[in-house]
């Protein structure tokens, strides 16, 4: 098994009075499979994804990745898990504006120090960049920035993609493009793929499916 | 100004002398070279040489305060060419250093001056005698001579008078330095009666005692050989005294002389390796570690005595540092004498 | 992974080069003009320390003949035979160089030429002839005969030491000798100095003529410069570095997204940032050396004709120098970036990452600093009152302008929101709400133009006041047209036999040294004539106190000494054992010492022995000509023994004229910097504007009227800022000579105005802020229509 979620409970402080996100969430994942996070805004798919992305800690709960559990990880420990373990897609790309494309779809298999130019180039070119990695970010569609994005991440080959609404930015065609040409890389690599989204249509493409409700799996 | 390049200017000439004249070929520059047979002509020669390189008059004296403590005071001019001629005002080559002493058992004031000859700071007449340098002066005639120094924590006011003949060392006063015939003009006054007051931090105290003056004279600097010098004066009560020196060698041999004095007024001079003189106990002296005991032995005399330094830590801290002060003797003769070592490090 | 982070760090300056430049530069240009400034000041004390160490001057007490006499050296000898271990120097001129003469075996250890090489000592001293000097005083010497010149860089400027016995003969002095070094460690027994040499005095180390702290107060004006300076290009750095942060809080979000650790992305931006600390250091202080060399030969002229103190006018490198100007730049780096640091290693992983403007940030803080402000200003306002002494004096400084700067935003928004308030008409409603939303932004620059510019015309003020001062007090110290100075006595008395019927009135100076109340000081004795009643001016006086002093029933004392003592008019002052009361205070510029007048009949009743050599001359001034001809010729006096009013009045002008090219100088500079921390604010926040003005652009206002009212704007704030700037300014020229002058140098100089300088600094400030201004203004004007459209495009 290589994702082992055991009641996670996480509250953020609100305003009045703190506000419980997740309430004992309890998931797996084994290697090569794929799932979708679906519910509505505010039900806590973001929150458990950062989570497992040691993005941030939870308040109680465990995490098991790859045998590891994630939360007892310090900071660096944490930054470790994000270089080498798992990869996340943004929704808002997240690229470095001041690197070109080559350099940001090199750039977390250097930080993790698994740097494969033949791979990098090949990612590239599957995902139709060839042509532009001398550019920088701006000057690429919104779809053309999401696929620089997923090639940074597969990339580094990670054990676990996590993505945030990957096509949340993109308009219908563009998404179902980016969409298949990650569910084919991801599937070529062997890695797990979590995926948040709000699109029952995508969901449907994913192995499995989890729906939350006011943070717990419904 | 960078005092060490003057110093060492001035003060070469005299380390090297202060280690035995040695120095094989080392040319003399047109100065003087000492030769065998010279006729001693006095009043003059106690005065300066300005054709020599090097010379100096040389006072050591053991003293005695009103409560039996042991003295010593050193009261030494040097006199340095830097070209053989007297020359006059500023542009004279001559150069003069003092240096004066006062050892006491549990302390050794040093002082140090330098003046440029020509033009009346410091320098030596033959007649009437005087030799000074600033204040301190050495003056007067032999059976009432005028000693005085100061520092500025001691002072010495003595007045001297010599009690028997001069000695002159060696072959009548041309004393060899090397086994390759390096040489000195060298004579003493080893009998002069001492009475006076010296000043210490403490105030004024009364002596009586004994001092030797030392005259010698050359051109010729220091051999690569030769590391340094013992030079041992020792007045034994018998009244018979001794003059001898160990010239020391980087290979570990030496070369001896000493000059023996009767009581009855014969002197004899001894050759290389009648003296023999072996270091007992050493001792951390502020500038150096020296001997401070010493066995010394002169088999065609019978002597075979321990001479032991009355203040181990008679450091000379001056241009030339060097060690030399009073010492006591114990053994086959009983006395007091003057030990002046150079050339440790 | 190190190497991927720093690269991707790195990487944004690469696309960003207007601001790592605007960073750079502003460092750079601080670094460069506080060592620039330093570097002088460096130079000009190096001076006067090998001065000191060479000559001993102001180290070892000294022995010194009567005034316009030397000792002859059977005395010399005569008191080193008694005890007295003295060494001889003679000394004097000769084609403008001060040859000095030294005995090296008498000298006191690390006296003389710095390097004599081994073993050529014979040479020194075998009067043959070794001169050691520096290149330039060895040229100026021109050939001597028969001496070797040895090029001896350590040496003071326009000094040269030979050896005693060839400087007697060069200079002509046989067995005379000028002064003699008492070496500090003496023998017992010495007798008193008045048994050998009765007419010679014994000077005690430090006191007289410390050039050092006479010209302290010239050198306190260019450290004041150089530190405002390097505050101005600070706030330069804080900017620019705080934008830059601003601009890559996302980047340093995803990095630590991507797995880089928090502490090694801080070491890695701490690192980056050390490292073009000590570019711009590197180049700061390069440019630091350029601006030293051009001001040297001016602050040299300066000093040699206000102290007569010899400074080179060729600046050298000094390794301390370097370091201090690069430990300045990191520091300056190390403050302004340590509060960006901090933000960044608090800031969390997961907040919205959305790009927020720099500028915009001031709201909160901007209360909180008004608050400090006030702080600062009340604290200055007690200390203007209370302050007394140095400490207390640049407190005051350090008070009021950081206070004044924290208030200038605060009081830049408070005069833009009366305007936008009044403003009729939709573009200009527009206009001024639109410069209170910049004003955030351009607070920095304008606090850096506030603070030059109150530099500016605080020391203007200060010196033109000084000039101003001094210039009068000329008139009064130098009342008579023509001074003539005697060898001898007898000189003295043939002189005044002979001008007598020549002359209007013959007025002797005569004086001697004498401590008052407790400080050295000098007593003068003055002949009652008109020459002083009508020149001389006081700053405190009792009635007719020419009168009184006439009449031998009181005294005069200078500022110096009123101050030090705490003497006031009508105080008793005990001279020599009379009491007199005190007549008059006067201002005495520029004199280390305390200072007493006499009549010149209570004078000679008590100090019979001071005999007047000098005496000053009045003639109609057109005849000062002929009577120094008449001197020259029929009384055989020679020329350097006259000195004329008029030349000594055009010296100390010209001299006052090279001070302000300096001053000028920075001026222009400090201006220039703060013009330039305008243009950096104003291109970063170029870019962040285009959302801003697109929607006016596209409701119908044309890219040329936006570039001129962006124009107007700038000079507009600039003119509020100098407005602003004027009494901060004059508070800090009244806080320079009414609280620190008195604290360090014992007199207080008058505040005058000068508003036509001041108009001309303003224009110049306003001049800069335009010129910075046209730039980016000009780009606003020319911006493609294509880019204002992509404002909307790119909005979500």
């Known amino acids: 098994m290589l994702l082992d979620v055991r009641n996670i409970t996480k509250t953020y402080p609100g305003a009045d009075a703190p506000v419980p996100v997740l309430r004992g969430v309890d998931l797996t994942l084994d290697a090569g499979q794929s799932l979708a996070l679906t519910g509505e805004s505010g039900s806590g798919k973001s929150t458990l994804l950062h989570l497992i992305g040691g993005l941030d800690a939870p308040d109680g709960g465990q995490i098991l990745l790859d045998g590891v559990d994630v939360t007892v990880l310090d900071d660096a420990g944490r930054a470790a898990l994000r270089r080498g373990t798992v990869g996340v897609v943004f929704q808002q790309f997240n690229l470095i504006p001041s690197l070109r494309v080559a350099d940001n779809i090199a750039f977390q298999a250097r930080l993790a120090g698994r740097h494969d130019v033949a791979w990098a180039a090949m990612l590239a070119d599957r995902m139709g960049l060839a042509a532009h990695l001398a550019k920088y970010p701006e000057q690429l569609s919104g779809g053309q920035q999401q696929r620089v994005a997923i090639a940074r991440t597969l990339a580094a080959r990670p054990k676990l993609v996590l993505a945030d609404e990957p096509t949340g930015n993109l308009d219908e065609a563009t998404a179902a493009t980016v969409l298949d040409l990650m569910l084919e890389l991801v599937a070529e690599t062997g890695a797990a793929l979590m995926m948040v989204t709000h699109s029952p249509t995508l969901a449907a493409r994913m192995g499995r499916r989890l729906h939350l409700h006011q943070g717990l799996v419904a | 100004m960078n005092v060490k390049a003057i110093l060492l200017a001035i003060c070469l000439p005299l380390a090297a002398a202060a280690q035995g004249f040695g120095g094989l070929g080392t040319n003399a520059a047109g100065f003087a070279v000492p030769t065998p047979g010279y006729a001693f002509d006095f009043p003059a020669d106690a005065g300066p040489h300005p054709d020599y390189r090097i010379e100096w008059w040389y006072v050591t004296a053991n003293l005695t305060g009103p409560d039996g403590t042991d003295y010593g005071v050193q009261w030494t001019l040097f006199r340095t060419a830097l070209a053989p001629e007297a020359g006059d005002g500023w542009s004279s080559p001559q150069l003069w250093m003092g240096h004066a002493a006062l050892t006491t058992p549990t302390a050794h004031y040093v002082t140090e001056r330098l003046a440029r000859g020509g033009i009346g700071q410091a320098g030596v007449t033959a007649a009437p005698f005087a030799a000074w340098i600033d204040e301190w002066t050495l003056a007067g005639p032999d059976n009432a001579m005028q000693m005085r120094a100061a520092g500025p924590d001691f002072a010495y006011d003595l007045t001297l008078s010599a009690q028997g003949p001069l000695v002159f060392h060696g072959d009548n006063g041309y004393s060899v330095k090397s086994a390759a015939g390096q040489a000195s003009y060298y004579y003493s006054q080893p009998r002069f009666g001492v009475s006076g007051t010296i000043t210490t931090p403490d105030g004024d105290i009364s002596v009586t005692g004994q001092a030797w003056l030392d005259r010698e004279w050359s051109s010729q600097p220091l051999a690569d050989n030769q590391t340094g010098w013992d030079w041992f004066s020792l007045s034994f009560d018998t009244g018979d005294k001794m003059m001898g020196f160990v010239l020391r060698q980087l290979d570990g041999a030496s070369y001896t002389s000493a000059t023996w004095i009767g009581a009855d007024g014969m002197t004899a001079a001894l050759p290389d390796g009648a003296l023999t003189a072996t270091p007992l106990e050493t001792h951390q002296s502020p500038g150096a570690k020296v001997p401070i005991e010493w066995r010394v032995e002169l088999p065609a005399r019978g002597v075979d005595v321990t001479v032991t330094a009355i203040n181990p830590d008679a450091w000379m801290a001056t241009s030339i540092p060097y060690w030399e002060g009073p010492v006591r003797i114990a053994g086959s003769h009983s006395g007091r004498g003057y030990l002046e070592m150079t050339g440790y490090e | ?796």
């Open chain 3, 1 to 796: 992974m190190t190497r991927a982070g720093f690269a991707a760090l790195l990487s944004h300056w690469r696309r960003n080069p207007l601001q790592l430049f605007t960073l750079l530069a502003g460092l750079a240009l601080a670094t460069a003009l506080w060592s620039g400034v330093q570097a002088v000041n460096a130079e000009a004390r190096a001076s006067y320390d090998a001065a000191a160490a060479t000559l001993g001057e102001g180290q070892f007490d000294q022995i010194l003949p009567p005034e316009g006499q030397t000792i002859p050296q059977d005395t010399y000898i005569a008191l080193r035979r008694a005890g007295w271990l003295v060494s001889p120097v003679t000394e004097g001129r000769m084609n403008g160089v001060r040859i000095v003469g030294l005995d090296p075996l008498t000298a006191p250890g690390g006296l003389g030429p710095v390097q004599v090489v081994d073993g050529d000592i014979g040479a020194f001293l075998s009067g043959r002839g070794q001169i050691y000097a520096t290149a330039e005083t060895l040229d100026r010497l021109g050939a001597v005969a028969n001496a070797d010149l040895i090029v001896t860089p350590d040496m003071a400027p326009g000094t040269a030491i030979t050896d005693i016995g060839f400087a007697q003969s060069l200079l002509d002095m046989h067995d005379e000798i000028t002064r003699l070094i008492v070496a500090p460690a003496q023998p017992l027994g010495r007798p008193p100095l008045s048994d050998i040499g009765p007419d010679l005095r014994l000077q005690a180390a430090q006191s007289g003529s410390d050039l050092g702290r006479l010209t302290d107060s010239f050198h306190l004006n260019l450290t004041a410069f150089g530190l405002l300076a390097f505050a101005v290009g600070i706030f330069i750095v804080h900017g620019a570095i705080g934008l830059a942060f601003e601009q890559r809080r996302p980047v340093v979000r995803t990095l630590r997204a991507l797995g880089m650790p928090l502490n090694r992305l801080i070491v890695l931006i701490a690192a980056e940032l050390m490292a073009m600390a000590l570019i711009a250091g590197v180049i700061g202080v390069a440019l630091g050396y350029l601006i030293a060399a051009t001001l040297l030969p001016d602050v040299a002229a300066t000093l040699r004709g206000l102290y007569g103190a010899d400074v080179s006018g060729t600046l050298q490198l000094r390794p301390a120098w370097w370091l201090s100007g690069l430990g300045i730049a990191v520091g300056g780096t190390a403050v302004a970036g340590a509060g960006a640091l901090w933000r960044l290693a608090r800031m969390p992983l997961l907040a919205a990452a959305q790009p927020r403007a720099w500028a915009m940030a001031a709201g909160a803080g901007a209360r909180w600093q008004g608050f400090l402000a006030l702080g600062l200003l009340v604290v200055a306002g007690v200390l203007a009152f209370a302050a007394t002494g140095l400490v207390a004096g640049f407190a005051l400084l350090a008070t009021l302008l950081i206070g004044a700067a924290l208030a200038l935003p605060v009081v830049l928004g408070a005069i833009l929101r009366v305007c936008a308030a009044r403003a009729r008409g939709p573009v200009a409603q527009w206009f001024w709400a639109d410069t209170r939303q910049q004003l955030p932004g351009l607070s920095l620059a304008l606090m850096a133009l506030l603070l030059a510019m109150a530099a500016n015309v605080g020391v203007s003020t200060m010196v033109s006041s000084f000039r101003l001062t001094f210039t009068a007090f000329l008139d009064q110290v130098l009342s008579s047209e023509l001074y003539v100075t005697a060898d001898s006595p007898e000189q003295a008395a043939a002189l005044v036999a002979f001008l007598t019927p020549r002359t209007d009135a013959i007025l002797p100076i005569q004086s001697a040294e004498q401590t008052l109340a407790g400080y050295p000081a000098e007593v003068f004795g003055a002949r009652d004539d008109a020459t002083y009643r009508t020149n001389w001016q006081f700053l405190d006086a009792a009635p007719d106190a020419w009168g009184r002093l006439a009449a031998g029933d009181g005294v005069l004392v200078n500022e110096q000494l009123s101050r030090r003592a705490s003497l006031a008019v009508g105080d008793p002052l005990d001279i020599g054992g009379t009491v007199f009361p005190i007549l008059g205070i006067y201002g005495d510029y520029g004199n280390p010492i305390g200072q007493a007048i006499l009549n010149e009949v209570p004078f000679a009743r008590l100090f019979p022995e001071a005999v007047a050599l000098r005496f000053g001359l009045r003639i109609a001034p057109d005849q000062v000509a002929g009577l120094t001809e008449t001197l020259s010729q029929d009384f055989g006096l020679p020329r350097d023994q006259m000195v004329d009013q008029a030349g000594i009045k055009a010296f100390s002008l010209n001299v006052f004229e090279r001070t302000f090219t300096v001053t000028d100088a920075l001026n222009i500079l400090t201006l220039s910097v703060a013009g330039f921390a305008i243009l950096m604010s104003l291109l970063t926040l170029a870019a962040m504007r285009l959302p801003q003005l697109a929607p006016v652009w596209a409701l119908g206002m044309t890219r040329g009227r936006l570039g001129w009212l962006e124009l107007l704007r700038a000079v507009l704030l600039a003119l509020l800022t100098t407005a602003l700037a004027l009494p901060l300014g004059l508070a800090l020229a009244w806080a320079l000579l009414a609280v620190v002058n008195v604290a360090a140098f014992g007199w207080r100089l008058p505040m005058y105005f000068f508003p036509l300088d001041y108009l001309r600094l303003g224009g110049l400030a306003m001049l800069a802020a335009a010129l910075a201004a046209l730039w980016p203004a000009r780009k606003l004007a020319r911006t493609p229509p294509a880019a204002l459209l992509q404002v909307f495009s790119h909005e979500r």
